[in-house]
């Protein structure tokens, strides 16, 4: 995962089922280092979702949301973090949804409530997410009401993410807010075994910002 996270070289990056058990903080910690990048926030505190920064990134504030869960299911947040990007303000989210089909779309629905109030603070969104879902589901309607579906606005690279070996499905997606211009989206080519490290195939976006912050 490191090798391939180095290779990309991204600004940010959301990682799901990073480590959030015995040593979570330190593994999470370890796995940036030899990624290139370091922690924003996550792994236990997020439930096994984390943020990473590279060098131009400067940290501003972070938080987390739960999320609605049922029974004994695992359970699920949206990691949150401000970030200035050489003076471009915007706030990452990372969130892996829920296995379960009503859960997951209680889920979806209060994470595209939470990101469309941050807007208002902040005009620049991006969520990077492993849905659990396909385009044309209620969950992935949910997500797109107020955010753009990065790779169908501007498709580059591959679709599909799942399962890496073999993909048959778009099941991630990033996601972003209006005042943020989408160049390309789309699963990149030439990586290096990614299907050694993941499940899924990674999603990566190239993406222009406003530069100027409303806070």
């Known amino acids: ?9 991204p600004d940010l990056a959301c990682v799901q089922e990073a480590p959030r058990f015995l040593f979570s903080r330190r593994k999470c910690a370890a796995l940036a280092r030899a990624a290139g990048m370091t922690v924003l926030t996550g792994g236990r505190s997020t439930h096994g979702n984390l943020l990473l920064a590279g060098p131009r990134v400067h940290p501003v504030s972070t938080t987390r949301v739960r999320l609605p869960r049922s029974g004994r299911r695992h359970r699920r947040a949206l990691a949150l973090a401000t970030v200035d990007v050489d003076g471009a303000w915007l706030v990452l989210a990372g969130t892996h949804l829920s296995l379960d089909p009503d859960e997951r779309l209680k889920q979806a ?6 990101l469309d109030a941050s807007s208002h603070e902040v005009p620049g969104v991006v969520l990077g997410a492993d849905v659990n879902d396909v385009p044309g589901s209620q969950v992935w309607a949910a997500l797109t009401a107020s955010l753009r579906d990065a790779h169908a606005t501007a498709p580059v690279g591959g679709a599909l993410t799942f399962p890496a070996r073999g993909p048959d499905r778009r099941l991630d997606g990033v996601f972003v807010s209006a005042a943020i211009n989408v160049v390309g989206c789309g699963v990149p080519p030439g990586l290096s ?3 050694s490290a993941t ?17």
Not at 1 to 9: D, E, H, K, P, Q
Not at 109 to 114: D, E, T
Not at 199 to 215: G, I, T
């Open 193 to 195: 075994d990614p299907a």
């Open 199 to 215: 499940d899924h195939l990674p999603v990566v976006a190239d993406l222009e910002m406003p530069v100027d912050p409303v806070v």
């Open 109 to 114: 629905v209060l994470v595209a409530a939470q």
């Open 1 to 9: 995962m490191a090798a391939n996270i180095r290779a990309l070289a």
